[in-house]
């Protein structure tokens, strides 16, 4: 299964790939905003594509491409207009869900997001994932030890 991740912050798609991967799914491609995620879209087929809403402008002069206007992209195209979209964002705004939903979303996840929240949806859409494992106890990097996927996603306060 193929999956498109699309999110202007590196950390972000980081994060997505990371419990993708935790879920079974290994075969990620990222785009950082609207346009690369089309050119993907029409290179490649894709079982599904998770993208933020708000996105920066790829280049000066270039009108900015949101998550909602790459979603009625692909819902204009015969040829991707079935593939589930799921819209991962911080933006609640009734207005914006309306317009997601409108558009023809998928699903709808507000940032920030959890693992748990990412499998409901998954399954919500029919998608099949590795059963969930007990996480192990976190543990304390040393100052010199170099950090992992697994610790990138924990927080110490």
Do not use: C, N
């Amino acid at each position: 299964m193929k999956i498109l991740v699309v999110d202007d912050q590196p950390t972000v798609r980081k994060a997505m790939s990371i419990i993708l991967k935790r879920l079974g799914f290994t075969d990620l491609v990222e785009a950082e905003d609207g346009y690369e995620a089309m050119s993907h879209l029409k290179k490649t087929t894709f079982d599904l594509v998770i993208s933020d809403v708000h996105m920066p402008a790829p280049l000066p002069g270039v009108p900015a491409k949101s998550g909602i206007e790459l979603l009625e992209a692909v819902r204009l195209d015969p040829a991707l207009k079935k593939i589930p979209f799921l819209i991962v964002s911080t933006d609640s705004e009734m207005k914006t869900v309306v317009k997601a939903m409108q558009s023809g979303v998928s699903g709808y996840i507000i940032k920030p997001f959890t693992e748990k929240a990412v499998r409901e949806k998954l399954s919500m859409l029919g998608f099949e994932m590795k059963a969930p494992s007990a996480a192990p106890e976190p543990k304390r990097p040393s100052s010199s030890a170099k950090t992992s996927d697994e610790d990138f996603l924990k927080t110490t306060f």
